[in-house]
């Protein structure tokens, strides 16, 4: 006899239900689960490595369950975890020759302290900047004594440094320690699993002292993340930024600009679709070994007449990748005596972006005049955008970056709206206008701790010209837009103020990329053109093909041409394209790398010139959006670009010795990359 209709639904109905209510069971068992690994409450039962892998046995609500991790992270992976995986191991017979590993407790805080205390400076006031993977701190010396290890964004002002404590240092007399350990205990494993507890998602830290290893063992996430801003809000959000603030609100408080801007995105989108087709080299000479470069005073001349005069004395100090550049910025910020202005592309929500805020928040709460200037539409995507690092449970990302910097405190956020989908891709970083950084650095994790980049630290009166720069778009990007950013310009004194010329202080010239001003573009075109002996670049971005036109003539004249690209890039797109820009400098002798990882340097070296700054080598930086590098012929400047830079990364990265399959489809991206 079959049921009824009505019946079958309601039977129908409770089974779904039933489902469910076991699925959701099952998942807030696991999470349940994963959160007693994370924070201890559940501690691993037996530990061993078989082969490559260690396997960590656990018991959870009389469940016995394995997890299994390389010993040896993916070089793939830039922030050196390798990833723990649930994996079925009953039987564990096939495992009888496996190693011990010694799981360490409370008792590896007290060795860590102990390393740790071991870098303490001698002298009262004096500190050392602690880098151990993720975690960065000030460990310093009171005024009566005794030590203090405190994050950096919570330095004390008047603690002078002296050095820095690298990762690599660190782990080497951990080693040591843990040698001495052994040998003093008698014991017989030389495999650890050494127990964590700030670094969000990561247990453990794996320890092989025979074969020098340091795992950071990474649980998969187990939760998802907290927004603010839902779905829903954020496409709001996008077409209330896109549309009605980008362009109604953008072109009647800047209806000159956004004229201009229109003209010139038009022009460029034509002379970018139609290069002058680039021709292969009929065979490729041997390089000029006669060490004669292009003659810099005609070439500075040549830029004085054709591109700008804006030539500032300065001192520059090259700061490469975060580790350099953030502690060094964050110091400074924390001993501001006046103001902290911020002119960035993207400051991302994720943890560490607002670990800077935060800074920035409690700078000004102190009095300091605090401004932050970003990307209008940027600032709406990265509330959108999941961290690139793991994040704390506990952790909720703020609507926006801007809201966050308002938000309780005096410290003033705007952005710069995107008419005509236009960027202000500057990275300039402002303190007491005295101190300029600059480069290719936004904020965020990724910039921080795993991707390859770099700036410069300024002072001097080159500085004086970047504070009166920021003043005017600080103006521009307020509600009088184009006349109050002409008020600024003409009529205030305040942004004029310069700094002194000091001895030693060498010239640094500013070119701009502004609408119908590619003052980089022609610069490095010309100096391309008359390099005679080496040509090295590093970019993320490579898609304009007058300039790969120029490198492949550069090389038949038998200059020494490089290229280094990312071997992982962020934007798919662009990573087509650079392939095929890659084959085509490869195909005519030009020496191509690949750097293992994220590399978003903007740099370049022609002869005795370096460029440095914030342009990629696409239509973008070089024609539209509003971009800012430096270019600086003092040798000292060159030798240290060409050693700390480019000589390293060579020498880091993968050298492309066989053209690369491109698909069909890539050819098409291609074209559409002439104008991105």
């Known amino acids: 006899m079959s049921c009824p209709p009505l019946f079958r639904m309601c039977w129908l109905a409770l089974a779904t239900l039933c489902l469910c209510a076991c699925s959701s069971s099952s998942q807030l068992q696991k999470r349940r689960a994963m959160y007693s690994i994370e924070s201890h409450e559940t501690a691993p039962q037996h530990v061993f490595v078989y082969k490559d892998d260690v396997y960590i046995n656990y018991v959870y609500e009389q469940t016995p369950f394995y997890f299994i991790a390389s010993t040896v992270p993916d070089e793939k992976n830039a922030a050196g975890y390798s990833l723990l995986k649930p994996h079925r191991a009953s039987d564990t017979d096939k495992y009888a020759d496996a190693s011990p590993v010694a799981v360490v407790g409370k008792e590896w805080g007290e060795l860590v302290k102990d390393v740790i205390i071991s870098f303490l400076p001698a002298n009262p006031g004096e500190g050392r900047i602690l880098f151990v993977h993720t975690y960065e701190a000030l460990l310093y010396r009171r005024a009566d004594g005794s030590a203090d290890l405190t994050d950096l964004a919570s330095a004390p002002p008047d603690v002078r440094i002296i050095g820095t404590v690298e990762g690599a240092e660190f782990n080497k007399l951990l080693f040591e320690e843990l040698k001495h350990q052994i040998e003093s205990s008698g014991t017989h494993y030389t495999r650890f699993l050494l127990r964590l507890d700030r670094i969000p998602l990561t247990p453990f830290m794996y320890v092989d002292i025979e074969k020098g290893l340091m795992t950071p063992l990474q649980l998969p996430p187990y939760y998802e993340l907290e927004k603010e801003m839902g779905q829903l809000g954020f496409s709001a959000t996008f077409l209330w930024s896109f549309v009605v603030k980008s362009h109604l609100v953008g072109i009647v408080k800047a209806p000159f600009t956004s004229s201009f801007r229109l003209l010139s995105l038009a022009a460029s989108s034509v002379y970018t679709a139609l290069p002058p087709p680039t021709k292969d080299l009929d065979g490729v000479p041997p390089l000029n070994m006669s060490g004669e470069e292009m003659n810099l005073a005609d070439f500075n001349a040549w830029l004085d007449k054709n591109i700008t005069r804006q030539n500032y004395k300065g001192s520059v100090e090259l700061l490469i990748d975060g580790e ?118 936004n904020i965020g994790q990724e910039y921080r701790y795993t991707w390859h980049d770099m700036m410069v630290a300024l002072r001097g009166p080159v500085v004086g010209q ?57 610069a490095q075109l010309e100096a391309i053109k008359r390099a005679k002996r080496r040509i090295y670049i590093q970019n993320a971005y490579f898609s304009d093909d007058r300039i790969v036109g120029e490198l492949i003539k550069a090389r038949g004249r038998g200059v020494d041409v490089r290229v280094i690209l990312p071997g992982e890039n962020d934007v798919g797109i662009m990573d087509s394209n650079n392939q095929i820009m890659a084959n085509k400098l490869w195909n ?36 539209v959006n509003q971009e800012m590098s430096l270019g600086i012929s003092d040798p000292d400047f060159v030798r240290e670009l060409e050693e700390r830079l480019f000589e390293k990364d060579f020498a880091q990265s993968e050298e492309m010795v066989r053209e690369r399959k491109v698909g069909w489809a890539s050819f098409v991206v291609g074209a559409l990359t002439n104008q991105l």
């Open 324 to 441: 350099e550049f953030f502690p060094h910025f964050m110091l400074a910020a924390q001993r501001a005596q006046h103001s902290i202005f911020t002119r960035v592309y993207i400051f991302s929500t994720d943890p560490y972006g607002l670990k800077i805020a935060d800074l920035l928040k409690e700078r000004a709460s102190d009095g300091i005049d605090v401004r932050v200037l970003t990307d209008e539409l940027n600032t709406v995507l990265n509330s959108a955008k999941e961290p690139a690092l793991n994040y704390p449970a506990d952790f909720v990302m703020p609507k926006s970056i801007k809201s966050y910097l308002r938000k309780d405190s005096s410290a003033k956020a705007r952005t710069h709206y995107n008419t005509w989908a236009t960027f202000d891709h500057t990275k300039v970083y402002l303190i007491d206008r005295e101190l300029a950084y600059t480069g290719g650095m």
């Open 466 to 522: 970047l504070v009166k720069k920021f003043y005017e778009a600080w103006s521009f990007n307020g509600w009088g837009g184009d006349f109050a950013a002409a008020y600024r310009k003409v009529f205030s004194k305040k942004q004029r103020r310069g700094n002194r010329e000091e001895p030693g202080m060498i010239d640094v010239r500013l070119l701009y990329t502004k609408p119908s001003q590619p003052e980089i573009f022609h």
């Open 588 to 623: 005519n002798g030009v020496r191509v790398y690949f750097y293992k990882g994220m590399s978003h340097v903007k740099a370049a070296l022609y002869d005795g010139w370096a460029v440095v700054g914030s342009a990629n080598f696409d239509k973008m930086s070089l024609f």
